[in-house]
């Protein structure tokens, strides 16, 4: 029987965003690199946090969220009232798509972006524009060619994700400088405390109105379970933003526990150092067993095998050996596994596995 309700434009083409699998029929002790955790977990001051934040739980949360935002402000150095929190940088990604792009309008991203993206844009009922990158670097001549009078957004990761690579401050002004008036580029800072002496472009945001940034709890701070995210941009934005945030977006906890995490920096600094560490082992280790990859300034590694189904045979023997890593064909790149660095130890376990997949011994 057909039915005369039917979602808005747009709505039925979302596919469903697909996370990283985290079990394994059968088998136990599953060595899980497939969605970029921090293999450390959060910091001993968050978990405290959570256990505090019990006491309070039947109070709503502060609306405003400003004592984290002030925590956030003084971390970064910013300013607390160009700051916005949400569920994850999911939700501020949500907010931009709702308050900025809707029927008609056009939201632009490139070929390996992350798929919220897209999703994001459908929801709000605006057109997804995807353009092409350069050997899986984010092209900004592309994205120049790409926008329209209708683009209302523009969204890069910097790094990317799943390719972990990054375009220079350089690239991403002339970015900015060459988009039509009426676009917002949009950095997703995901991945930026990874990267070397690099602040998400928050500096770039000071000097001028058409730079947003988004940053999250979920990868080095260890807190993806907890959904926190925030965004910082020019204020007129923020202002359009809270317009669009439900009140209580954020429970106590989630508040309490991310203002623990932001002022533990000591323990970020130890997480960005051991995983570069391993990083940098695990791109020669791969390059080592013939497997190329781009230099990655994220907490993964994009491995790039000779074919497609020779990464998903990988994909499938690895997961006989209980390692779960991402085949990234839903992101163009089914000849990848992007492969989350894990500790020392996990980092060995996945060499040794892909090494006796290609029969060789180590
Ligand atoms: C993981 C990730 C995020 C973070 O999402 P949250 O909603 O904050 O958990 C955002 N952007 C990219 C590119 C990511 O890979």
Known sequence: MT???????????????????????????????SSNENPFGPSDRAKEAVARSTHELHRYPSTDHLALR????????????????????????????????GMGDEVLYTEHGFLMYRISALAAGATPVEVAENGRMVDVDALLAGATACTKLVFIANPAN??????????????????????????????????????????????????????????????????????????????????????????????????AAVRDQEFVDKCRLDTTRNRVWLAEALADIGIPSDPSSANFILARFESDDQAEACDKFLQSNGILLRHVANYKLPHCLRITIGDESSCRRVIHAIAQFKGLRL
């Not at 350089?170 to 580029?185: C, M, S």
């Not at 925030?230 to 359009?240: F, R």
């Open 3 to 33: 039915s005369a309700i039917s979602p808005k434009n747009g709505i039925l083409e979302i596919k469903l965003y697909e996370g990283g699998k985290s079990h394994l029929a059968g088998v136990e002790n599953v060595l899980k690199l």
């Open 70 to 101: 002030q925590a956030i402000a003084q971390a970064h150095g910013l300013p607390a009232d160009q700051i916005i929190c949400g569920a994850g940088s999911d939700e501020i990604i949500t907010f931009l798509c709702q308050a900025y792009a």
């Open 162 to 259: 799943p390719t972990g690579t990054m375009i220079s401050l350089d690239e991403i002004v002339r970015l900015a400088d060459g988009l039509p008036k009426q676009a917002l580029l949009v950095l997703d800072g995901a991945y930026a405390e990874y990267a070397n002496d690099y602040d998400g472009g928050a500096a770039l945001i000071g000097e001028r109105s058409n730079v947003f940034m988004t940053r999250t709890f979920s990868k080095i701070y260890g807190l993806g379970g907890l959904r926190i995210g925030w965004g910082y941009g020019p204020k007129a934005i923020i202002d359009v933003l809270n317009r669009v945030r439900g009140p209580f977006n954020l429970s106590s906890t989630q508040q309490e526990v991310a203002e």
